[in-house]
């Protein structure tokens, strides 16, 4: 089975820290676009960050540019969503997705999901 599991949500006050994960099984990470987004209450999904499968630099959405960074070990077959100086308006639930094509085509490209874990940055 095709499988993607996020974890690394919960509260945290504003300013602070989480690392989130997304664990693969079933296949290969390596061979397939990643994606982070997000959808906060109320309100559209957002794209947060993404990496295609040939590497190079992640694409970011601006409102995290220079907070979150993008990560994942081959070895683990899991990636990551790094988030520094969190705002109370990066609380929403975060899901991972794969694109088999390899390339960044946004979330109607994505092939398989996550069930999302949640962050909220709270004081």
């Known amino acids: 089975q095709l499988q993607l599991v996020e974890s690394g949500g919960g509260l945290v006050q504003p300013g602070g820290s989480l690392t989130l994960s997304c664990a693969a099984s079933g296949f290969a990470l390596d061979y397939y676009a990643i994606g982070w987004f997000r959808q906060a209450p109320g309100k559209e999904r957002e794209g947060v960050s993404c990496?295609?499968?040939?590497?190079?630099?992640?694409n970011y959405a601006d409102s995290v540019k220079g907070r979150f960074t993008f990560s994942r070990n081959t070895a683990k077959n899991t990636a990551y969503l790094q988030m520094n100086g969190l705002k109370p308006e990066d609380t929403a639930v975060y899901y991972c997705?794969?694109?088999?094509?390899?390339?960044?085509?946004?979330?109607?490209?994505?092939?398989?999901w996550g069930r999302g874990t949640l962050v909220t940055v709270s004081s």
């Open positions: 990496e295609r499968s040939s590497g190079g630099l992640p």
């Open positions: 997705a794969v694109d088999a094509s390899g390339n960044c085509l946004g979330a109607d490209g994505m092939d398989i």
